[in-house]
């Protein structure tokens, strides 16, 4: 069984910044595209940021371009989100997601493919 847990949520105030971390249990990571998704209030859990298994290839969502960037560590198994100038809107529950594309260079952007699902950590952001 996989298992995949995130850490760094917390309450901070519009326009501050955070780290998210994501640790994994197999300790073949490279097999894994990781993905971060978020679950606001209300709202069905939606693609943040992907990273493909090597590395190589990132893709963030249009409402986070520019602000928050993925990125992964092989060998420290963990994978990032840095989210910086934060806004209201960010508040949610943000996931850390594990799927095993054939294709090296794939971010994975479709919740349903992926395989395996952290339990989640809050993110609240106060005006």
């Known amino acids: 069984q996989v298992q995949l847990k995130e850490s760094g949520g917390g309450l901070v105030q519009a326009g501050a910044s955070l780290r998210l971390s994501c640790s994994i249990s197999?300790?073949?990571?490279?097999?894994?595209?990781m993905g971060w998704f978020r679950q606001g209030p209300g709202n069905e859990r939606e693609f943040v940021c992907g990273i493909s298994r090597v590395g190589s290839t990132t893709g963030c969502a249009d409402s986070v371009k520019g602000r928050f960037t993925i990125a992964r560590d092989n060998d420290q198994k963990m994978t990032y989100l840095q989210m910086n100038s934060l806004k209201l809107d960010d508040t949610a529950v943000y996931y850390c997601?594990?799927?095993?594309?054939?294709?090296?260079?794939?971010?994975?952007?479709?919740?349903?493919?992926?395989?395996?699902w952290g339990q989640g950590t809050q993110v609240t952001v106060s005006s």
């Open positions: 197999d300790p073949i990571f490279n097999h894994y595209a």
């Open positions: 997601a594990a799927d095993t594309p054939l294709i090296r260079d794939q971010v994975v952007r479709d919740r349903w493919v992926y395989e395996h």
